[in-house]
Each structure stands twice: as structure tokens, then as C-alpha cells.
């Protein structure tokens, strides 16, 4: 590549290699798997290009050099690098509204849609638990077998076909493609799938009747849920509407890199805010790379009727409480075990009692509620307990100072629940694990 | 209603004047709206008191109240809380102090104590389970503190455990920022409570007793007190710094973050040298003798310490930072020396500090002429005089006279008030506020005037916050940030707790053993509502006794004359103190002249004067 185009392309192989590294830093790929394509309007020459990897490049450290630049009405064998998936890729790139697909080996949306049917056949769709799976993969992922899993012709059929229908389609025993309108998209699509395969992952290893779960939220889903996440939105990623507030701005970042890479909420999920005396300020994207960040916004603290349910939730707690931070994570472990009945009875649990020291110390017991749980119950809680599992809802942790104050709610959160899923796996009695007292809050 | 558990239901009411001593019940629904300590002081003093009165006439009114939490094993809960129209400010007086007096006070069978009118003669109070009596202290008066503390232990017979709470000549001589004492070196220190006694003539409260603290929910008070152990033991300032170096041990801490001040805040810098030989390492290393605790406090922050022949406590971080650095002063022994005369005559240490410091300014400048100084070398770092102009101060001789009427009065006096480090006449504690907006906001909405403990405990989150660490400089977060710290010292202070618990928790261990002692529900919402409650009441007192939003600042100086923190230029600048303020009060639910609205006041059940 010339030192022009380098300069040209600046700022797309930026982009590249952040999402190259997002997806490393998810776990959805191993060191050398997938692919991230994009169709390309090339400002030198005005043609639309197929801008994808190349074939084996590390995803976590793309050099320039690994970025590829096809003809966008055709695959170009004759370049040798581009990735074997490439003309996946471009039929996707050709359907209506997409610009961007990622590929990448969703790990545990992989594990949980593997079966022992015959092939070619093909298995049943995977159906989310969990409320970002419902609603940003529609309430299902196509799940195909195929004879050969990685790059074959009938893949080159199949997956543009299946995404013709829906946002991510999964390849049986191999991973997932997903359809956007930028590869952050792409990226985020790939995250909540995963994200959700994992949920069903820990359901399962809990053991949650997860077929009965799944009945129930085919038959009623939004009795299931809180209410439907924010729209993915790809503008104004970038954007601070309070720039003069550096420092708090830096915690706003800090905070949200940290709930990426921690895992405390899939990529852009999420919500933390800030509350002013007039004014909140608002991360919609909480879990937010170093290099991809969310928007963060300045909005009214006062109720308006074009909020989101997201930002609406934010608002009641402040307005009926004297919180000054919030975070809202969908914390994959919480969302499990929020399902988890004690041997022996009917009922999902409501509460999760920490069994670690430190759990234990700082929560006595976590609350958990139904997905419909009224804002002043939640209040009430959040004051005596910090946080809340709310069952379909995410996890919600309010702070009376600080964003690093209120992050570490969802963080302990994730490790209480992660202490409770192995000492149930090694066959350890939960209730004679959780302290005594614990029983009586 | 019935009166809970935790209490005893009695408030013992003294009238100097007449002579009378009165028993009446403490009413249930006081407890349910202001639990105890500063709550229940501030509505009894409230509702008792006359805002326009003289603080030094018989007419000020004193409020001494215990919570329901003292008498039990939760960790620090030995701290009484002390209400009062303060001589130094003009607004309300709020001090609290550790010690055991306020402990062994509620096991006498009270949990508030009254005291009114003046009386011609000294006198003292001697309280037993048995009966309350107002006796002759002649034999005391002009005695130090110490002195009046082993008198009257000595003198008491049976086999109950005694404590004595004083003045010494300091208050007996109405200084503005006498301190009342207890266990003879824990003060309640701030705003001149000990002038107010000693205008009452009232020497010394002491008392014996033995009654116990009942617990209604053993099992929930358990819960907490388990929590709160736990996080007093994991977080490294209550775990190991403050019982390894004292408060003391935050010298060189505060000057890392560039809060530390020097020369009556004209600077913030020091030199390495000079914090070695000032600072928590120094004390530890060269005079401590022991560490110690108050009532059933595992934090041990106390300092035993010894110079030479000389025995005493301290000091602590403020006294050796306004003592020390703020005067110029980078003398160990010379300011342990200074602070153990302010111990035993019964002086505010913090207060004596920047008062001394203005007039090292004063002097410095040129403004107090050689002349006026008595032949004392009042110059910055003059450390051979410390301890001879706390004695002049206490005893009013010379400019010692001047300089016991607070740094403000010695300011106008010497006609530069804008040299005074005060906010509502209070000496600014040893944090610099152009460090910190929460801190300079702090100051400025205290409602007892420039106080780091009543005005919310911002330096905790500037530095040793660990997960509550908040941007020093943000408009945004301040106002409530410091609101919400207010409301945790609110609650800390009417549970009977140290503020250091504040390093390592917030309010849910302590929701949980108020409930339990209690047997009622004293949610962490509820606390908060209680905390919003004393706030507004203690600002009505205020704004009856004449405080307008004018008062709610800092001295030019932190406008006017920047200081580097952080590698910065800061100042505090008016355009910021405006915002704060009116943010502040915003937060508060307060109108724009700093009154609470009337739905607030409806909301929190507080009907004015008719309260």
C-alpha cells in the first residue's frame, strides 16, 4: 500500500483495528479467526470498494497492511490475501441497507447450538433469555449445519441468505455472521449474540429449565422482559456534549472501558449516568472500548416524553432518590442466575446471596425482581441494597458519589454469581454455603 | 407511639439561673424524625432557642445528645454531639467529640442534656442515675483542664464509672474558640462552645453511671456490626494508617494532592525536608508513646505522645498542619507542645491555628507593629513562641486579647478582614480549597461556618475515597457530591459515630444496627430523609440569625491568588462560587436565597418556629 492511500484510509484501518481488538478483547475470536468486511465509497477515485481483512491476520493487531481493498461489485481472487470468507462477505455487502459483516467465533452462542442431529440437516434456531438477545437479534438466530463449516460454496449460499431475514446467522460448530450498517455494528451484533449464548450457557449449567423459558418468552415475550433496549445507533459515537468537564469525562471513559473489558455489559450496552442539579449526564453505550467510544450526552434531568425506557429509569431513580451516579449492566452471570430455583422448589429465586468473603461482606443479599417491578419498589431497594438484579432487566447499582463508586456494584455482581455457578457444578449445597443471616434480608 | 429501644426517654433539663434541674420525656416522634445526636440536639436547641440572643447571655441555649447506638458495641459509637448559638460565628454551633464521657453520660440513665441561663457563681453539674445536682465549683474555677478532670475523679466515690466534661481557663474567659473537653484531651472543639459555658459559669459536667443500652433485633444489629468490622478491617486508612500514624500520618498525604497549607493559605508548597520533620512518620518515630482509642473505636487514632519531660495527646493532622505549616511552622515538638496547652486551658487547636497564622500575617505585613505584638516575634516559623501566645490567648494578655476574639475580629480590628481565613467567622480547616471544589464548596455551605466535618468530609473523596474518589474540579458533580458527604456526617453525627467509618462504608452497615437496636425501620432511605431534615432545620436557625447567601463563600483570597495543584493555576473564582452555591442550594431543595421551600419544609415535617 502507498504512503498515499495510507493517508487516504487513515482513519478506516483506525477503525479496523479497533474493532479487530474489540473483538479479541470479547473472547469471539481466537487469535487469528474471522473476518470484518465493509463497503467502501473510496473518496480518491468515488467507486465503492469491499474493504475486508486478510486472510489468518491477527484481528487483535491489524497492520495496514492486513487491510484489504477489493472491487466491490465482485470478489477478487487474484488478491491473494484477502480472507477465504471473502465472497460471504461481498453477497452480504450486496443485500439491501448493509454496508458492513463481521464474522467472528461467538464462542458460547457456538457451544449452545451445538447438537447431535444429523447433517447436513438443520438444528433449531437459537431463542435468547435474555432481553438484548430478544430484541436486538429479533428474538431469534438462525443456527445451519453445514458439510463443510468454513468457507464453502454452500455457505457462500446460505449465510447471505439467512441474514437476508435476520441480523446474525449462526454456522453450526463454527460461529456467526452478522449484517450492519458499520462494522461497530457488526462488532455489537456479534457481542449480543454471544452475550446471549452465554447467558443460555450459564442458565444451563445452573440448571434452569431453559426450555420452558423459552416457551414462556415465545409465548409472552415483554411479560418476560423490562422493556426493549435503545435502538443500535451508529451516528455520533464520538460526540461529548460536556467537554469542559475533563475530568469527569475521563471517569465517564474509564468507567466504560472498564465495564467492556470486564464484561460487565456487551459492547455499547448499557447505560451509566451523572446527575447534575438540572442536567444528567449520560453514556447510552456504556460498555465502551478505549478506542470506541459512545456518545456522552448532556440531557434535562426532568422527565420528557421522547426519553427512551432506558433513559426514563434513570431519570425516576434520581427523581426519587438523592443518588448522584447510576450504572445499568446487563451482567450475562446476573441475567442467569436471576432464573436460578434451589433444588427442591418452584419458584426463581429473589435474591442472590453472596457465598464469597468479600460478596458476602459487601452484600449481604442482592435483590432480585420481576421484569416489571415498579420504579419506587426499585428505589427502595437500590437505597438498602446498592444494587438489583431485576430478572429480564439487567443489573442496576446506584452510587452517592462517584462512576467508579457505582461500577463496582455490576463487578461484584459478576463475581458473586460467577462463586455461586461453580460451588452449584461441583455439587456444593448452595443454602448451607450462604450465610445464615442472610436468610433474614 | 412508644419511645424505641436505644434510648432511655429522659432528657435532663438544667436552668442555670434558677437552679432548677428537670426531668422530661424525650417524645417518640422526635427520635422517629431526628434519631439522636446532632438530629435530636438540633431540634431540642431549635425549638428552645432564641436566633437574635446573645451567645454569651444567659438566654443561649446548650444541647448535649447521645444516639441510640452508644451503649452498644458498634464500632466508634462513643460520640456525643453538642448544639449551640456559637460566640465566634453568630450561627448555629455544632460540635462533636469522641472520648467515653457521652457513653458513660446516656448509661446515667439520659439521652440529652439541657442547659440553660447563666449562673452567678461556678458551678458544675453531677450527674447520676440517681439524681442530678448543680453544685459549688468555686474550688475549680482557674484551674486547667486536666487539673478539673483529676479534681472532681478523684472527689467522686462508688463504684460507677466517672468521666468529666470542662472548660478550662480558656472558656472560663470567654474565649471565642474555647473548647469544651472531655477525658480531658477529646473536644468538643469547634465554634467556642466553651465560651458558652464558661459565660454560664458552668465548669464541669460529671458522671457516673451504669445503665445499659437494650437491643431489640440482636440478629439484624449483628448483620451490620459484622459489615462494618469487616470494611474497618479491609479499607488501608481505617485498617492500618490512621491506627499506625494518626491522623498525623495525612501531612504528607495532603500534600500530595497540593491541599496542604503554608503561611495562612498563601501557599501550598513545602519542602521535603521540611514535612519530614512535620510530619506522621516524624510523631511516630520521635515522640509517640502509644497509640489509643476512643470508646469502642477500633480505629486507635488517638497519639500519646511525650516531649522531654511533658506528657500529653496529639497531635492530630489539623493541629499540626494550622499550627504547624499554615504558621510557618515545620517544628514537631514545638507544635505537640503548643497543642498540649491548648488540651489543658481548653482551646480550639484548629481555630488558635489560623488565628495565630493571620496574625503572622498581620505582623509579616507590617499591619500589627512590632509594638503591638508585645515583644513577641510574631514573624512565620517562629516556633519559639507558639505555646506563649496560646497562653496569652487563653488568658487574654496583650495581643493575646485581640487574637481570642477569632481571626475575623483580629482582621477588622487591625482593619484587613480580608486577611481572615474564615468562612461565617470559622477558621478554614487544613485543606487549601482551590484543591478542590467539593472541599471549597464544603466550606462555604457549612452550616456552622468553615468546618471540613460538618460540611461534608470532602477531602475523603478527593484522595482516600478509594471507589468513591470524584473529579476534584467538576461544577457538575460538586454540589451534590457534597451534599450527599453533608448527609453521611449528618447521619455519622446523630448515630454517634466517627467520621473515619466514612473511609471504609457508608450508611447501610449502620441502617442496619440503628434498626436493630431500634426495632424500627431506619432505612437507608430514611436516614437520608432524616439527614435532609437536620439540614434544613439547621439552616432555618441560620437564616433567623441573620445569614444570607453572602455568607455562603470563601475568603478573596482563594479567588484572587491562584496556587499550582496538579501542575495548575487554580483559584476558586467568584463565577464558580456563584454556580456551586446556587447549584448547592438547588440540591438542597433550597430557593435562591438558600431557604428551604416550603414543600420541602411540609415534605420533612418542619413547621418553623412551631416545630
Redesign the interface.
Known amino acids: 500500500m502507498t504512503g498515499s492511500k495510507w493517508k487516504v484510509n487513515e482513519s478506516l484501518i483506525r477503525r479496523f483495528q479497533s474493532v479487530g481488538r474489540a473483538l479479541l478483547l470479547c473472547d469471539l475470536e481466537d487469535s487469528h479467526s474471522g473476518n470484518i468486511a465493509l463497503r467502501w465509497k473510496n473518496p480518491e477515485t468515488g467507486r465503492d470498494q469491499l474493504v475486508i481483512t486478510s486472510t489468518g491476520s491477527q484481528k487483535g493487531d491489524l497492520a495496514a497492511s492486513d487491510i484489504c481493498f477489493l472491487p466491490a461489485e465482485g470478489t477478487d481472487y487474484g488478491y491473494y490475501k484477502a480472507s477465504s470468507e471473502t465472497d460471504i462477505h461481498a453477497r452480504i455487502l450486496a443485500l439491501e441497507g448493509v454496508s458492513a459483516s463481521v464474522h467472528a467465533h461467538t464462542k458460547h452462542l457456538t457451544f449452545v447450538t451445538l447438537d447431535e442431529g444429523d447433517k447436513p440437516g438443520r438444528p433449531a434456531p437459537f431463542i435468547p433469555v435474555d432481553p438484548l438477545g430478544h430484541y436486538h437479534l429479533g428474538g431469534l438466530v438462525p443456527v445451519d449445519r453445514f458439510a463443510v463449516p468454513s468457507g464453502s460454496r454452500e455457505m457462500t449460499e446460505t449465510v447471505p441468505q439467512r441474514l437476508s431475514d435476520h441480523r446474525v446467522t449462526a454456522i453450526q460448530g463454527h460461529g456467526a455472521f452478522a449484517k450492519a450498517r458499520t462494522i461497530e455494528e457488526g462488532l455489537f451484533r456479534l457481542c449480543i449474540a454471544d452475550n446471549s449464548g452465554y447467558v443460555v450457557q450459564m442458565a444451563e449449567r445452573v440448571g434452569v429449565d431453559v426450555a420452558t423459558l423459552r416457551a414462556g418468552i415465545q409465548a409472552a415475550p415483554d411479560a418476560h422482559f423490562s422493556y426493549p433496549p435503545d435502538e443500535y445507533t451508529i451516528a455520533d459515537d464520538q460526540s461529548c456534549d460536556?467537554p469542559?468537564?475533563?475530568?469527569?469525562v475521563?471517569?465517564f471513559y474509564k468507567a466504560g472501558a472498564r465495564i467492556f473489558e470486564s464484561r460487565l455489559s456487551p459492547f455499547h450496552t448499557g447505560s451509566l449516568s451523572?446527575?447534575?442539579?438540572?442536567?444528567l449526564?449520560y453514556a447510552p453505550k456504556a460498555a465502551m472500548p478505549r478506542e470506541i467510544s459512545g456518545p456522552l450526552l448532556r440531557t434535562p434531568l426532568a422527565a420528557d416524553s421522547a426519553d427512551s425506557p432506558e433513559l426514563a429509569l434513570h431519570k425516576a431513580i434520581y427523581e426519587l432518590?438523592?443518588f448522584?451516579t447510576i450504572a445499568h449492566c446487563h451482567v450475562p452471570e446476573a441475567e442467569a442466575l436471576a432464573h436460578f430455583v434451589y433444588p427442591g422448589e418452584s419458584r426463581p429465586n429473589d435474591r442472590i446471596v453472596p457465598i464469597d468473603a468479600?460478596g458476602s461482606?459487601?452484600y449481604?443479599v442482592i435483590p432480585v425482581v420481576p421484569p416489571k417491578t415498579e420504579v419506587e419498589t426499585l428505589?427502595?431497594l437500590l437505597?438498602?441494597?446498592?444494587v438489583v438484579i431485576v430478572r429480564g432487566g439487567g443489573v442496576w447499582g446506584v452510587?452517592?458519589?462517584?462512576l467508579?463508586?457505582v461500577?463496582?456494584h455490576p463487578s461484584s455482581v459478576r463475581e458473586i454469581c460467577q462463586y455461586r455457578v461453580a460451588a452449584y457444578e461441583r455439587g456444593l449445597d448452595l443454602r448451607a454455603l450462604e450465610p445464615e443471616?442472610a436468610g433474614?434480608? | 407511639m412508644s419511645l424505641p429501644d436505644g434510648y432511655h426517654g429522659r432528657i435532663l433539663e438544667v436552668d442555670l439561673t434558677t437552679g432548677g434541674v428537670q426531668v422530661t420525656a424525650l417524645e417518640p416522634a422526635l427520635v422517629e424524625d431526628y434519631l439522636g445526636g446532632r438530629g435530636l440536639a438540633t431540634r431540642i436547641f431549635y425549638a428552645a432557642s432564641d436566633p437574635a440572643c446573645d451567645p454569651l447571655g444567659p438566654e443561649n441555649v446548650v444541647v448535649l445528645a447521645t444516639s441510640p447506638l452508644l451503649g452498644t458495641n458498634a464500632p466508634t459509637s462513643c460520640r456525643g454531639h453538642m448544639v449551640f448559638k456559637s460566640p465566634l460565628t453568630g450561627v448555629i454551633g455544632s460540635s462533636n467529640s469522641g472520648g467515653t464521657w457521652a457513653l458513660v453520660f446516656k448509661s446515667t440513665g439520659y439521652d440529652v442534656l439541657v442547659i440553660r441561663g447563666a449562673s452567678a457563681e461556678p458551678v458544675m453539674i453531677d450527674i447520676t442515675p440517681e439524681a442530678a445536682r448543680i453544685l459549688p465549683a468555686k474550688h475549680l474555677w482557674g484551674l486547667d483542664v486536666h487539673e478539673t478532670t483529676a479534681r472532681l475523679l478523684s472527689e467522686a466515690a462508688g463504684n460507677k464509672r466517672g468521666r468529666v466534661l470542662c472548660i478550662g481557663p480558656a472558656g472560663e474567659n470567654l474565649v471565642r474558640f474555647a473548647a469544651v473537653m472531655n477525658d480531658k484531651n477529646r473536644a468538643y472543639g469547634r465554634g467556642g462552645p466553651g465560651a458558652v459555658l464558661g459565660a454560664k459559669k458552668l465548669k464541669a459536667i460529671r458522671v457516673r453511671g451504669n445503665l445499659k443500652t437494650t437491643i431489640t433485633e440482636p440478629?439484624?444489629y449483628?448483620?451490620g456490626l459484622?459489615?462494618a468490622r469487616?470494611?474497618i478491617k479491609?479499607v488501608p486508612t481505617t485498617k492500618r494508617l490512621l491506627r499506625d500514624m494518626g491522623t498525623s500520618g495525612l501531612i504528607r498525604l495532603i500534600n500530595v494532592i497540593d491541599m496542604l497549607p503554608a503561611r495562612n493559605f498563601q501557599d501550598n508548597r513545602h519542602s521535603f525536608e521540611e514535612l519530614e520533620n512535620a510530619g506522621g512518620e516524624a510523631l511516630r518515630d520521635t515522640i509517640l508513646v502509644r497509640p489509643g482509642a476512643c470508646g469502642v473505636c477500633p480505629l486507635a487514632c488517638q497519639r500519646h505522645t511525650q516531649v522531654g519531660p511533658r506528657k500529653g495527646e496529639g497531635p492530630e493532622y489539623e493541629t499540626l498542619a494550622l499550627l504547624g505549616p499554615n504558621c510557618g511552622v515545620y517544628d514537631l515538638e514545638a507544635v505537640t507542645l503548643a497543642n498540649y496547652r491548648c488540651n489543658e486551658l481548653g482551646l480550639d487547636t484548629m481555630s488558635c491555628g489560623t488565628t495565630i497564622a493571620c496574625a503572622m500575617e498581620l505582623f509579616d505585613k507590617g499591619i500589627i507593629p512590632p509594638a503591638a505584638a508585645n515583644g513577641l516575634e510574631l514573624r512565620f516559623g517562629n516556633h519559639a513562641i507558639l505555646e506563649e501566645l496560646v497562653e496569652r490567648i487563653a488568658f487574654r494578655e496583650g495581643l493575646g486579647d485581640i487574637l481570642a476574639e477569632g481571626s475575623l475580629r483580629l482582621a477588622k480590628h487591625f482593619n484587613h478582614p480580608e486577611l481572615s481565613m474564615t468562612v461565617k467567622g470559622l477558621e478554614i480547616p487544613a485543606y487549601d480549597p482551590r484543591a478542590s471544589y467539593t472541599q471549597a464548596l464544603g466550606y462555604m455551605t457549612s452550616p456552622t461556618g468553615a468546618c471540613h466535618l460538618r460540611g461534608g468530609y470532602a477531602v475523603s473523596?478527593a484522595f482516600f475515597?478509594g471507589?468513591?474518589?470524584?473529579?476534584?474540579?467538576?461544577?457538575?458533580?460538586s454540589?451534590?457530591?457534597i451534599?450527599?458527604?453533608q448527609?453521611?456526617g449528618l447521619i455519622q453525627d446523630s448515630l454517634g459515630i466517627c467520621r473515619f467509618t466514612g473511609y471504609a462504608f457508608?450508611t447501610?452497615p449502620w441502617?442496619r444496627m440503628a434498626s436493630g437496636v431500634t426495632g424500627r425501620d431506619f432505612?437507608?432511605?430514611r436516614l437520608?430523609e432524616i439527614a435532609?431534615r437536620i439540614a434544613a432545620l439547621e439552616r432555618l436557625f441560620n437564616l433567623e440569625a441573620g445569614v444570607t447567601p453572602e455568607d455562603d463563600t470563601l475568603p478573596a483570597r482563594f479567588s484572587t491568588e491562584p496556587l499550582v495543584v496538579a501542575g495548575q493555576q487554580r483559584v476558586v473564582s467568584r463565577e464558580v462560587i456563584t454556580r456551586l452555591r446556587s447549584?448547592y442550594y438547588?440540591?438542597r431543595r433550597w430557593d435562591r436565597l438558600g431557604r428551604p421551600t416550603a414543600g420541602l419544609l411540609s415534605k420533612l415535617r418542619i413547621n418553623g418556629r412551631q416545630t
Open positions: 460536556f469542559e468537564e475533563e475530568e469527569l475521563r471517569e451523572v446527575r447534575g442539579i438540572a442536567a449526564l432518590s438523592n448522584q468479600e461482606f459487601f449481604l428505589v427502595r437505597h438498602d441494597y446498592k452510587g452517592a458519589q462517584s467508579s463508586e461500577l463496582h443471616k433474614k434480608w | 440478629e439484624r449483628q448483620s459484622e459489615q469487616y470494611l479491609a473523596l475515597g471507589a468513591k474518589e470524584i473529579p476534584r474540579f467538576s461544577l457538575l458533580q454540589p451534590i457530591a451534599r450527599n458527604m448527609n453521611l457508608g447501610e441502617s432505612s437507608t432511605a437520608e435532609d447549584d438547588e440540591a
